[in-house]
């Protein structure tokens, strides 16, 4: 019984994190805060949260989202480097956050979120660029209706 109790607690915690992982923080919040692009440096990385000082001499925390999408997608941000950030700016208790749209580095762009600062994974781990890409091969098209449109048929791929 016992057993029960932690293995249902350690489930639980698992999926509230995950829940909080595919959304991120609200990238898309009701309340719109200010749409910002900032160029600077990146200064530190511990995923989720990279740490970039601004040409304009402040501290930004860039919240990259969910470590795995990154890993999926085979990107990465290199420390030290050079950044152009678009996103969305918080201030709260004398810090700047952004919740990042897009990042330019070394002249590649990462997408993270659209235009409406809906984040790319918020579909969850197969909801990410790579697998989308592969909409309409095989038995599926990344939205689980197949290549028949949710219809009952042999999928001819």
Known sequence: MRTNIIIGLVISLFLINLTYAQTGRNIKSKNKNEIVTVKGSVTSINHPVAIVKGDDGKNYELRLGPSWYWKQNKIELKEKGNIE???ELEKTDGKNYIYPYTLIQDGK???LADKDGNPVWAGGMHKGK???NMKGKG???GNGKGNCGGNNCNNKG
């Open 85 to 87: 950030i678009k996103g």
């Open 109 to 111: 762009t990462i997408t």
């Open 130 to 132: 790579a697998i989308d």
């Open 139 to 141: 038995n599926g098209n």
